[in-house]
C-alpha cells in the first residue's frame, strides 16, 4: 500500500499556535505536520485527485489544530453559509480521527468553504452514525483556492490517555470536476476491506495531554400552546410551560456520563410523515434527539433490538459511555412518561401507548483489531402497575483476511404482560391472545450475514429468524414466526477515462426467500438493479422484483412484476432535484378480501438555493391501488411538505415546516428557531 506522508521535522507540541482566523499561510503553521490528498476514490478508482490539497496538523496545548488548503476551480465551488450537518452537496473537507487505532469507528469533523460544519461517525461497516462534537472552524475563499482552519479540542474526543499517543487519522475532501461530484482521500482505497480507518497508513502524534475534564449544563425554559380542529372549529388550548435540564461530566478522559431531566426536544424538526395506505405494520422513524444518538454504534442490532424511540417522552434519564483500549461500555436508564407498546406477528403488528415505565439498556464489547467485536447486550422494561419485558442476547463482527465479514447475533425475550387496555384486539397468535391481559411469553431471534467484498465482485447472504412470540420490549420488531434468507451479488465498473458518460456503474442480482415456522412459503422474489452515476453530477436507480410467491392471511399471490426508478440531478449549487417512480403489481393487505392489484407511486424531493442565505424545499409523493380485475380505486392520496430555510449565519437559523397529508387531512406547520 502506498503511503502518502511528507513530515517537513518530526512533530512535536507547539507553543505558539497559529492565527485563528481561516488563512492558512506557511510561517503561521512552521512545524507542523503535513499531509496531502492525492488520490481520487469516487467516481473512479484510485486516480489522481483532480486538485491539490495541503493539510497541515499542530498540537498547542490540549487543542488540535488542523489547517486545510483546497485548490479548486472556484467557479465550480459550490458552497452556502449552513445549519450544522446541512452542508448537503456542498464542497467540503474533513479529517476523521480513530484515537484507539482497532478500526471500532472514525470521527469525522469536517466544514465547507464558508465555515459550516457536520460531524459524523463511520463505522466499521462503512455505515454512518449520529455524532456530535463542540470544535471551532474558520473559512476564507481565495482565487485558486479556499483555507479552513479547525480548532479541535483533545478532550472532547474519549481516549486512553498516555504521555505520548499516536492516533490514525484520514483526510477526506467532496468536490466537483466539470459539474461531476468527487470523493479525495489521502491513500488509495481498497475496496475489498471495507474498514476505511483500518487502511490509512497516517498518523499524528500527541504529547502531554493533560486531563480537561468536560461539565456541560443547559437549562431551558418551554412555553408553548397547542391547538386542534373538532367538528369543523379550531379550539385552542391554554398555555403550558416547562422547565428541564441536560449535563455532560466527563468522569475521565474515556468515561462520560450524561443526565436529562425532562428534556427539551422541542428543536428537533418534525418527522417527515410517511404513506400507511396498504401497510400493515408499525412505521420505523430515525432517532434525530441528539441526548440519545451519542454511543448508537455500541448499541448498533441488525435485529433491530434496541429502538431508542421506544423511550418516548423521558421525564429523567442517564447514560454512562465507557471506551477503553480494548472494551467499550453503554448504559443508559430513563423513566418514561408514556411508553409505546409494540407487539410483532405474522402478517401485522400492533401498538399502543402505556403508561409509566422504567427503561434500562446495557450493551458491552470486547473490541479487536479490523474493527471486530464480541459482545452482550441487555434490554429491560418495567411498566407502573405491573408487566415487564427482558431481552438478552449476544453478537459479533469478525473480520477475516479482510475482505470477508461475518457477522452474527442472537436474542432470547422474555415478556410478561401488563394487564391493560392500551391494544384493542380480539387476534390470536397461536396459542396467545394480542390483548394484554398478564400472558407470559419467551422467543428468540437469530440473526447471520456473511460478505465478501472486492474491487468489482461484491457478494452479500444474510439469514434472519424471529420464533413466535419474540418481542423487543425496547427494539422494533414488527414481524416473527418468520425465516428469512437473501443472497445478492454485485459488479461494480469503474470509468476508464473521466470524460466517460458513465462515471460508476453497480449492478445487483439477487434474490430473497421467507417460510413461518411451519413451514409456508410467505414470500419468494427474484429482483436486480442498477445504480449509474452519469456524468454532470446526474445519479439514477432502476430496480426490477419478479415476485414468485407471496401468502397473506391464506391467500398466496403469484407471478406479480414490480418497476421503479429513482434519478437525482444537480446542475450547480441553486439547484437539486430528485424524483422517483414505482409501479406493478402489489398484494392488498386486506384481512376480509386480500388480493393482488396495480400499484402507482410517484414523488419528488427538491431544494433550491435562492440566495446564500435562503433555501426552499418541496417534496410530493402520490400513491394509489386500483383492482387488477375491474380498476376499481382501493385507495389513493398524496402528502405534501414545503420548508423555508433562511441561515441568519452558522449559528443561527429560521426553519418554517409545513405538511398536508391527504390521506388523514392533517395539516401542520412548525416555525422554528435555531
Known amino acids: 500500500m502506498l503511503r502518502i506522508l511528507i513530515p517537513l521535522c518530526s512533530f512535536f507540541v507547539i507553543s505558539q499556535q497559529p492565527v485563528f482566523d481561516g488563512v492558512v499561510s506557511a510561517e503561521e503553521w512552521q512545524g507542523a505536520q503535513q499531509f496531502s490528498i492525492p488520490f481520487e476514490i469516487e467516481p473512479s478508482d484510485n486516480g489522481p485527485a483532480h486538485y491539490k490539497t495541503e493539510v497541515f496538523v499542530h498540537q498547542v496545548g490540549n487543542d488540535l489544530f488542523v489547517g486545510f488548503i483546497a485548490f479548486a476551480n472556484m467557479n465550480e465551488l459550490r458552497s452556502s453559509i449552513r445549519s450544522r450537518d446541512q452542508i448537503g452537496g456542498d464542497d467540503n473537507i474533513a479529517i476523521g480521527i480513530d484515537p484507539y487505532g482497532d478500526g471500532r469507528n472514525m470521527i469525522v469533523l469536517g466544514s465547507n468553504p464558508d465555515g459550516s460544519q457536520f460531524d459524523l461517525k463511520i463505522l466499521p461497516n462503512g455505515n454512518n452514525d449520529e455524532y456530535n462534537l463542540f470544535y471551532e472552524t474558520k473559512a476564507s475563499k481565495h482565487d485558486d483556492a479556499y483555507h479552513v482552519e479547525f480548532k479541535i479540542p483533545i478532550s472532547g474526543l474519549q481516549f486512553t490517555p498516555a504521555e505520548t499517543m499516536e492516533w490514525a487519522v484520514v483526510f477526506g475532501r467532496s468536490g466537483y470536476a466539470n459539474d461531476t461530484r468527487i470523493q479525495m482521500i489521502n491513500f488509495a482505497y481498497d475496496r475489498s476491506n471495507p474498514c476505511v480507518v483500518c487502511q490509512t497508513p497516517d498518523r499524528i502524534t500527541l504529547h502531554n495531554v493533560t486531563s480537561n475534564k468536560r461539565i456541560n449544563l443547559l437549562p431551558y425554559v418551554f412555553l408553548g400552546k397547542a391547538g386542534y380542529r373538532e367538528n369543523g372549529h379550531f379550539q385552542q388550548q391554554k398555555p403550558k410551560g416547562t422547565i428541564g435540564l441536560s449535563g455532560l461530566f466527563d468522569l475521565s478522559s474515556n468515561t462520560t456520563l450524561e443526565l436529562t431531566l425532562n428534556p427539551d426536544f422541542s428543536q428537533i424538526e418534525a418527522d417527515v410523515s410517511q404513506i400507511d395506505a396498504n401497510n400493515t405494520f408499525a412505521l420505523f422513524y430515525p ?17 433491530q433490538a434496541v429502538y431508542t424511540r421506544s423511550i418516548n417522552n423521558p421525564i429523567a434519564s442517564t447514560k454512562l459511555i465507557h471506551q477503553g483500549n480494548n472494551q467499550r461500555l453503554y448504559w443508559l436508564t430513563a423513566y418514561d412518561e408514556n411508553t409505546p407498546y409494540l407487539i410483532a406477528g405474522e402478517n401485522q403488528s400492533y401498538s399502543g401507548e402505556g403508561n409509566e415505565a422504567w427503561a434500562n439498556i446495557f450493551s458491552y464489547q470486547r473490541t479487536f483489531d479490523g474493527g471486530s467485536h464480541l459482545g452482550f447486550l441487555s434490554t429491560n422494561r418495567f411498566f407502573h402497575g405491573g408487566g415487564h419485558g427482558q431481552l438478552m442476547g449476544i453478537n459479533s463482527r469478525l473480520r477475516i483476511a479482510n475482505k470477508y465479514s461475518l457477522n452474527a447475533e442472537w436474542n432470547f425475550s422474555s415478556i410478561e404482560e401488563p394487564i391493560q387496555d392500551w391494544i384493542e384486539s380480539n387476534d390470536k397468535q397461536g396459542k396467545k391472545t394480542v390483548a394484554l391481559d398478564g400472558e407470559s411469553k419467551n422467543g428468540d431471534g437469530l440473526f447471520v450475514s456473511l460478505d465478501r467484498t472486492t474491487k468489482h465482485w461484491n457478494t452479500f447472504f444474510y439469514y434472519s429468524q424471529y420464533s413466535p412470540n419474540f418481542e423487543t420490549p425496547l427494539g422494533f420488531v414488527t414481524q416473527n414466526n418468520l425465516r428469512n434468507a437473501e443472497i445478492v451479488q454485485q459488479y461494480v465498473a469503474f470509468p476508464k477515462n473521466k470524460d466517460a458518460l458513465i462515471q460508476q456503474l453497480r449492478v445487483n442480482l439477487g434474490s430473497e426467500l ?6 409456508t ?26 415476485i414468485m410467491e407471496q401468502e397473506y392471511e391464506g391467500f398466496v399471490g403469484q407471478d406479480m412484476m414490480q418497476y421503479s426508478m429513482f434519478t437525482s440531478y444537480s446542475p450547480n449549487e441553486s439547484i437539486r432535484l430528485r424524483s422517483f417512480v414505482s409501479i406493478g403489481d402489489e398484494l392488498r393487505y386486506d384481512e376480509e378480501n386480500p388480493a393482488v392489484g396495480k400499484q402507482f407511486f410517484i414523488g419528488s424531493f427538491n431544494s433550491f438555493q435562492l440566495s446564500p442565505k435562503l433555501r426552499i424545499g418541496q417534496s410530493l409523493r402520490y400513491s394509489q391501488m386500483r383492482s387488477k380485475e375491474d380498476n376499481s380505486l382501493y385507495y389513493k392520496g398524496y402528502i405534501a411538505r414545503f420548508i423555508t430555510n433562511y441561515q441568519f449565519n452558522k449559528d443561527l437559523s429560521f426553519r418554517l415546516v409545513s405538511e398536508y397529508n391527504e390521506f388523514d387531512d392533517t395539516l401542520f406547520i412548525q416555525p422554528l428557531l435555531k
Open 521 to 546: 412459503p410467505k414470500y419468494t422474489d427474484l429482483f436486480s438493479n442498477a445504480n449509474i452515476v452519469w456524468k454532470g453530477n446526474w445519479e439514477s436507480r432502476l430496480n426490477i422484483v419478479h
Open 514 to 519: 421467507s417460510y413461518n415456522y411451519a413451514g
Open 287 to 303: 432517532e434525530r434527539r441528539p441526548y440519545f444518538n451519542e454511543g448508537n454504534d455500541i448499541i448498533n442490532s441488525n435485529q
